[in-house]
């Protein structure tokens, strides 16, 4: 999380100079694998986040001299509980860094690993593997987000397509939760809105998972539009448009150009930052808050943060930097959230795959006014982590519903900027892959801890991340709480808890 400060009063924003809030940010385009010159794995993420600290302390310093800056940053801070986890082993506790960024969605290069090695084989089926070996597994499933990469030319066999094929293993057996796609590199340009590509983007929106394009031009942006139109007037695709979302990689690389605000305004179409620098950037935030203002949507709902490391790197820094400035046209709940919080909403689920089971939750409550019966379970888990049968799938911290973002508060009062660190969902897988569960830890009202296991599949799933009853679903609370326990001794709850997990 990013540290900063207010250097004067804001008044009409509540904010007294001196005030300190902290931001949680997520790089939404991040490649890891091999490709030519350019290699890249958690440990070298983690470096380029402090290298674009280092980088961007220095440039904000002249900003300041200059007075361009409302908000000054001034740290670092890591989520307590990811911290902790690397801390827990030597091994970990060295790539303990780079906590400007907190999440890290990742996706392979077009590398070494993507070409098929016989007839009938994906492509990037090597690549996908090593996606889902680098961020299921802890420690760095608590920071990385694992998306799959196919193409969509890589023909058919028996009659199904080899990539939707390569999409549904990605999904359900490696638990990789959204879909990188890129025209260019795949040749398929002039083909977005026909034939495979559509398909492969009919499977996602089936699945439910979010899918990155590259765009590189404003005619791909106005192609994927078009797909997005096709699909929505076509019944066939019923079931795809309501779990499509489709994020435009590089905005485009047109910034001012009225067509990508046009695409924008689709519900579905979100657009990312990376490549975006020096003057691109106040062109684009002004444009989006001109051109998307008027609608129905909000603008800053629109626009995700991303890096394209190891193919870009600390230009990353001037989307950050302005956002803090005075030129922003918008609130720090607006930066909130193109820094973090619409890409944690298309994202939405945590981690699973189809080797969990279908049986009812289980809750277990218990008063914990101080936070130290949930500390303690936290340390007796990652006990669990580091020497027992489970591993780390992922650690989703809830979220507010989409279009409920709240304005951060400072941290002397508490520092929430919506992503809520004392209440997630850790997937635990068991070493042998026989077993997978999420365990999800909540705060309730009156000083309760619930902790409730739940199965990965079947109807009382989690399926969103997004702290609301009406989001949850009513068979879910309903099962939940025909089955909760509340226990008077902490000791008693916390042997129950640990009884789950052996
Ligand atoms: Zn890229």
């Known amino acids: 999380m990013l540290v900063i400060r207010a250097v004067e009063d804001l008044p009409n924003r509540g904010i007294k100079k001196g005030d300190e809030f902290q931001l949680y940010i997520v790089d939404a385009h991040h490649h890891m ?16 986040y402090a290298q674009l600290w280092f980088e961007m302390q220095k440039k904000s310093e002249t900003l300041l001299n200059e007075e361009h800056l409302l908000f000054e940053p001034i740290g670092l801070a890591a989520p307590k509980l990811a911290t902790k986890l690397f801390q827990s082993r030597p091994n970990w506790a060295r790539v303990d860094h780079g906590w400007l960024v907190d999440r ?36 760095h499933s608590s920071r990385l987000i694992g998306f799959a990469r196919v193409n969509p030319l890589d023909g058919s066999l028996d009659g199904n397509l080899i990539a939707v094929k390569e999409l549904d293993r990605s999904v359900f057996s490696l638990g990789l939760r959204g879909l990188k796609l890129h025209p260019l590199a795949q040749l398929f340009v002039d ?56 994020i435009l990689a590089h905005c485009g690389m047109t910034p001012g150009d009225s067509r990508l605000y046009e695409a ?6 979100f657009a990312e930052t990376s490549t975006l620098h020096d003057k691109d950037v106040p062109v684009l935030f002004e444009s989006a808050y001109e051109r998307l203002g008027a609608s129905p949507i909000n603008w800053s709902e629109k626009i995700l943060f991303g890096t394209d ?13 302005y956002l803090l400035s005075r030129d922003f046209p918008g609130t720090l709940a607006d930066a909130q959230r193109v820094l973090a919080g619409n890409a944690l909403s298309l994202v939405q689920s945590p981690y699973r795959t189809t080797m969990g089971s279908s049986e009812p939750p289980i809750e277990l409550i218990c008063k914990d006014e101080s936070f130290t019966i ?27 519903p989409l279009g409920t973002w709240p304005e951060p508060s400072c941290i002397s009062k508490g520092g929430f900027n919506g992503v809520d660190m004392e209440s997630y969902v850790l997937s635990l897988k068991s070493k042998e892959k026989s077993k997978e569960m999420h365990f999800w830890i909540r705060r309730r009202p009156d000083s309760l801890l619930s902790c409730t296991v739940l199965s990965t599949q079947g109807m009382t799933r989690l399926e969103t991340l997004e702290n609301a009853s009406q989001k949850l679903g009513q068979v879910l609370l309903k099962s939940i709480s025909d089955h909760s326990q509340t226990y008077q001794s902490s000791r008693e709850m916390e042997s129950e808890v640990l009884k789950l997990l052996s």
């Open 33 to 48: 694998g091999r490709e030519k010159g350019h290699k890249n794995t958690p440990s070298g993420a983690y470096d380029f």
């Open 104 to 139: 890290t969605i990742v996706f392979p290069y077009t590398d070494d690993y993507s070409i098929p090695s016989s007839k009938g084989e994906p492509s990037f089926k090597v690549s996908n593997d090593k996606i889902w070996s680098w961020t299921t597994r802890a420690p």
């Open 264 to 269: 924008l305004k689709d519900p579905l179409i």
């Open 374 to 400: 949930q500390h303690d379970l936290e340390d007796q888990i990652i006990k669990l982590l580091t020497g027992g049968i489970w591993d780390l799938g992922s650690l989703d911290f809830m979220i507010p």
């Open 309 to 321: 490391f190891s193919f870009l790197s600390v230009q990353a820094m001037d989307v950050i930097l």
């Open 191 to 246: 083909s977005i809105d026909k034939n495979e590509p559509r398909e492969v983007v009919k499977r996602a929106g089936e699945l439910g998972i979010p899918v990155i394009f590259d765009t590189r031009n404003i005619r791909t942006v106005v192609r994927i539009k078009r797909l997005v139109d096709s699909m929505r007037n076509d019944p066939d695709c019923g079931a795809a448009i309501k779990g499509l979302r489709v």
